[in-house]
């Protein structure tokens, strides 16, 4: 039967954020990663033959959760979260379709992803009703090195949108995959999707960015970073040292070890998914960190943009 009417929800409805990043194997590997390890798509799939056999070779330490665990720590606290899990590469840790499935029961989600990896089980598994959208990363250079193109990206895209869930879709703006976004961008709009710009941060043929794009290359991608506290995060150091922040209560993070911490940066330790404990701030805290790059806080309305120094 189709199932035609189910869609991604058109309002964000929860009580408090929890950012996931549930592994660090990825089955990519991208010359810009924040995490860098040149031997880490064959450590991937190496740890992921091995595990089956061996389960104590886990080369980047990541403990793995069951889809019941992590949906009874979640649904014990009695609040609705939304879940952004992002990683290294999701689609690689072990049950994850039926993790997202268990979760989106009660809990609204959103899946940061390079879409590389098959999406039926996933399409056949999980209703699009509680997951708010699929976060997508082109990262062209390594797909194509893998022999994957923008049209197969393109095909699961809209496969996802005709399964009705949301799709975000963005592109790396590497200085030697600029000259192709206009052309990349250009096919998606046709097909109704829009790319957003995302600024590449470090170093390239000698030179630091984002400070040296120049005036020309931002003129190609500049009007696609989605709103202005992404232009602003993409090109300044923001900061909010002494501005009081609602993370540690409205947003936590949780890391591959299972350690919750109060956000990205901010490692005050609150907990771990392993032990089922949680201890979140009674109360709004100072800001005690130099810099945020938590779009997300400040979008979700736990810091105030306009106190930013
Ligand atoms: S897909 Fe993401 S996590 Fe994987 S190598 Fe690329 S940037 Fe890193
Ligand atoms: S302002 Fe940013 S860095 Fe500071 S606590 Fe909030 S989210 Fe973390």
Same mark, same amino acid.
């Given at each position: 039967?189709?199932?035609?009417?189910?869609?991604?929800?058109?309002?964000?409805?929860?009580?408090?954020?929890? @950012?996931?990043?549930?592994?660090?194997?990825?089955?990519?590997?991208?010359?810009?990663?924040?995490?860098?390890?040149?031997?880490?798509? @064959?450590?991937?799939?190496?740890?992921?033959?091995?595990?089956?056999?061996?389960?104590?070779? %886990?080369?980047?330490?990541?403990?793995?959760?069951?889809?019941?665990?992590?949906?009874?720590?979640?649904?014990?606290?009695?609040?609705?979260?939304?879940?952004?899990?992002?990683?290294?590469?999701?689609?690689? +840790?072990?049950?994850?379709?039926?993790?997202?499935?268990?979760?989106?029961?009660?809990?609204?989600?959103?899946?940061?992803?390079?879409?590389?990896?098959?999406?039926?089980?996933?399409?056949?598994? =999980?209703?699009?009703?509680?997951?708010?959208?699929?976060?997508?990363?082109?990262?062209?250079?390594?797909?194509?090195?893998?022999?994957?193109?923008?049209?197969?990206?393109?095909?699961?895209?809209?496969?996802?949108?005709?399964?009705?869930?949301?799709?975000?879709?963005?592109?790396? @703006?590497?200085?030697?995959?600029?000259?192709?976004?206009?052309? =990349?961008?250009?096919?998606?709009?046709?097909?109704?999707?829009?790319?957003?710009?995302?600024?590449?941060?470090?170093?390239?043929?000698?030179?630091?960015?984002?400070?040296?794009?120049?005036?020309?290359?931002?003129?190609?991608? +500049?009007?696609?970073?989605?709103?202005?506290?992404?232009?602003?995060?993409?090109?300044?150091?923001?900061?909010?040292?002494?501005?009081?922040?609602?993370?540690?209560?409205?947003?936590?993070?949780? %890391?591959?070890?299972?350690?919750?911490?109060?956000?990205?940066?901010?490692?005050?330790?609150?907990?771990?998914?392993?032990?089922?404990? @949680?201890?979140?701030?009674?109360?709004?805290?100072?800001?005690?960190?130099?810099?945020?790059?938590?779009?997300?806080?400040?979008?979700?309305?736990?810091?105030?943009?306009?106190?930013?120094?």
């Amino acid at each position: 039967m189709e199932n035609e009417k189910i869609q991604s929800p058109q309002k964000k409805d929860y009580d408090k954020i929890a @950012m996931w990043l549930i592994n660090m194997e990825c089955n990519f590997h991208c010359p810009y990663c924040f995490y860098d390890d040149s031997q880490r798509s @064959m450590k991937t799939r190496l740890g992921d033959w091995v595990r089956k056999k061996v389960p104590a070779i %886990n080369p980047y330490k990541t403990r793995f959760i069951t889809p019941d665990e992590i949906s009874r720590f979640f649904d014990g606290i009695g609040k609705r979260w939304w879940i952004m899990i992002s990683g290294g590469e999701p689609f690689v +840790y072990p049950k994850f379709v039926d993790i997202v499935e268990k979760l989106s029961q009660n809990h609204l989600i959103t899946i940061g992803t390079n879409l590389s990896l098959p999406i039926d089980e996933f399409i056949k598994k =999980v209703s699009p009703k509680n997951i708010w959208s699929f976060y997508i990363s082109m990262h062209l250079g390594e797909r194509e090195r893998q022999c994957l193109s923008v049209d197969e990206l393109l095909e699961k895209v809209k496969k996802l949108r005709a399964a009705g869930f949301r799709t975000e879709i963005n592109y790396v @703006m590497y200085p030697p995959l600029i000259p192709r976004f206009k052309e =990349v961008y250009e096919k998606f709009e046709k097909e109704g999707f829009k790319l957003e710009a995302k600024v590449f941060r470090g170093q390239y043929d000698g030179k630091s960015y984002p400070q040296n794009y120049t005036a020309q290359e931002r003129k190609i991608f +500049y009007d696609s970073i989605p709103s202005e506290i992404d232009r602003a995060a993409s090109f300044e150091n923001l900061s909010f040292l002494g501005v009081p922040c609602s993370a540690g209560n409205k947003l936590i993070r949780i %890391n591959p070890n299972g350690s919750i911490t109060r956000c990205p940066h901010d490692h005050e330790n609150l907990g771990n998914i392993f032990q089922n404990k @949680m201890n979140l701030h009674d109360r709004i805290k100072k800001c005690v960190v130099p810099h945020c790059k938590c779009t997300l806080a400040i979008k979700e309305g736990c810091v105030d943009f306009m106190k930013r120094k």
